[in-house]
């Protein structure tokens, strides 16, 4: 069986513009979730009034402006999630050092980069131009700054890559299946290098509605925006929406080796389940999430006691946490597994950038990927209390402070909306 790993990584997150500033802010267990008061009007309706969002400014300090990343043409014809998409490509590749120019190598790299929503501003600002003004008012970029798959399209035609092109768009579990997926296209040989991963930016006060409307939003903090996302914490009430992007380049080991290139990680297994259960709701076992995890440590050949880290889907709902940690403790616990549920070191990186939905699996598999590669657990913010009820909520859910431990193997967990599942075990490269 071929081999995949992990040469280079490149995102976007309300922490930061890039990875070296993303990471460092992340470890200092600072928050990138802020207000949404300012942004006028429809925001100031609802019950939701905060954020994950991407800091503005220069790219020198960590921050984001378009045109550090983008031709003005480029940015012209884009998304914002496809911008973010593009900037992401660009620093998995710098990183990577993948920089292919012969026909061979362009043919045998592809990219998978999906999005949850895709363009909801494009949507809705057309929408409301054509019904007042009618056809006159459809740009000819209306289709183009659509369409969910142009994220991988822009990156493909920007960098001519040949090989496989692809979007995944499953919910809040996007990103991972993007990464899973291309990983299988490694293996089975449709490609030796891919590009992939997930991007989302929908911080539109329609999203946040309906978002709101189907109980999912953290409400009771708009005037504490950086406590509002506490996963795994007694008090957590919802989620809280975010915005960026993630991509990581993948490559088949000989390839890799053979150029030399940096390795983070290798992707040892990949598990897909669904709870067929419900469209939003968690069945109450966590039993999607258990079969995902399962089903990644039997491809990696993993037994649950080698698991050092699992960095959890825990948006921060009820719910939500309380599935996916009994789940944990589940596959954890026993037989094959560990003595003592806190032995299980388990955290949510939402504390500190919100929910990315779409992009939500890839960021968090790069905060996987750097955990296995530095030695140290990302905190989980905002965790004073864990449970309820605390009896149930035993695990080292690395509260607050980053914690350093060595970590050989790990899961990433993305969970999303019509109850599909996935899980991604990473490992150190031996
Ligand atoms: C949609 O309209 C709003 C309000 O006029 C504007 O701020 C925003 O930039 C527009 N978005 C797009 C994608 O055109
Ligand atoms: C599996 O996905 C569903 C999607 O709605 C999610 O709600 C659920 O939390 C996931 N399963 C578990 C047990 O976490
Ligand atoms: C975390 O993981 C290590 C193994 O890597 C384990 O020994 C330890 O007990 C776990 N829990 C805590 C609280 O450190």
Redesign the pocket.
Same mark, same amino acid.
């Given at each position: 069986m071929r081999r995949v790993v992990v040469t280079g990584l490149g995102a976007i997150t309300p922490l930061g513009a890039g990875i070296k500033h993303t990471w460092r802010r992340l470890l200092a267990a600072e928050s990138g979730i802020g207000s949404l008061a300012s942004r006028g009007p429809p925001f100031e309706t609802l019950p939701s009034r905060v954020a994950g969002l991407v800091p503005l400014g220069s790219r020198e300090v960590g921050c984001w402006q378009a045109k550090d990343w983008l031709h003005a043409s480029e940015e012209r014809q884009m998304a914002l999630f496809a911008q973010y998409a593009i900037a992401a490509a660009q620093e998995a590749l710098d990183d990577a050092g993948w920089h292919p120019t012969s026909q061979e190598d362009l043919e045998a790299t592809g990219v998978t980069i999906g999005s949850g929503i895709g363009n909801l501003d494009e949507a809705y600002n057309t929408s409301v131009a054509f019904h007042e003004s009618g056809y006159k008012k459809v740009s000819p970029l209306f289709v183009p700054r659509l369409l969910i798959n142009l994220a991988a399209g822009h990156v493909s035609i920007k960098y001519g890559f040949k090989g496989p092109n692809h979007a995944a768009t499953t919910a809040c579990t996007t990103g991972l299946h993007a990464i899973g997926d291309a990983s299988r296209l490694i293996q089975f040989g449709d490609a030796d290098v891919m590009v992939a991963g997930g991007a989302e930016s929908c911080i539109h006060p329609l999203a946040i509605a309906g978002f709101a409307k189907a109980r999912s939003l953290a409400t009771e903090w708009n005037n504490d925006p950086t406590k509002s996302s506490r996963p795994f914490d007694r008090q957590r009430a919802g989620f809280v929406i975010g915005e960026g992007a993630g991509v990581v380049v993948l490559e088949e080991l000989e390839h890799a080796k053979a150029r030399g290139a940096p390795i983070y990680a290798e992707v040892k297994g990949y598990g897909l389940s669904s709870d067929a259960h419900h469209m939003t709701a968690p069945k109450k076992n966590g039993e999607g999430a258990f079969l995902a995890m399962r089903q990644a440590l039997k491809h990696a050949g993993i037994k649950p006691s080698a698991i050092?880290?699992i960095n959890a889907h825990a948006t921060s709902t009820v719910l939500g946490d309380a599935a996916e940690n009994t789940a944990v403790r589940t596959l954890l616990l026993g037989n094959e597994g560990?003595q003592?549920a806190?032995?299980? /070191?388990v955290s949510s990186t939402k504390g500190a950038v919100g929910h990315l939905l779409g992009a939500a699996g890839a960021v968090e598999a790069i905060f996987t990927m750097l955990a296995v590669h530095h030695d140290i657990?990302p905190p989980t913010l905002n965790l004073d209390c864990a449970g309820d009820p605390p009896e149930e909520f035993d695990?080292?859910y690395v509260p607050q402070t980053a914690?350093r431990?060595?970590? /050989?193997a790990a899961l990433t967990n993305s969970f999303g909306f019509g109850g599909t599942n996935a899980s991604l075990c990473l490992a150190k490269y031996k």
């Open positions: 050092d880290y560990k003592h806190s032995e299980i /070191n657990l695990c080292n914690q431990r060595a970590v /050989n």
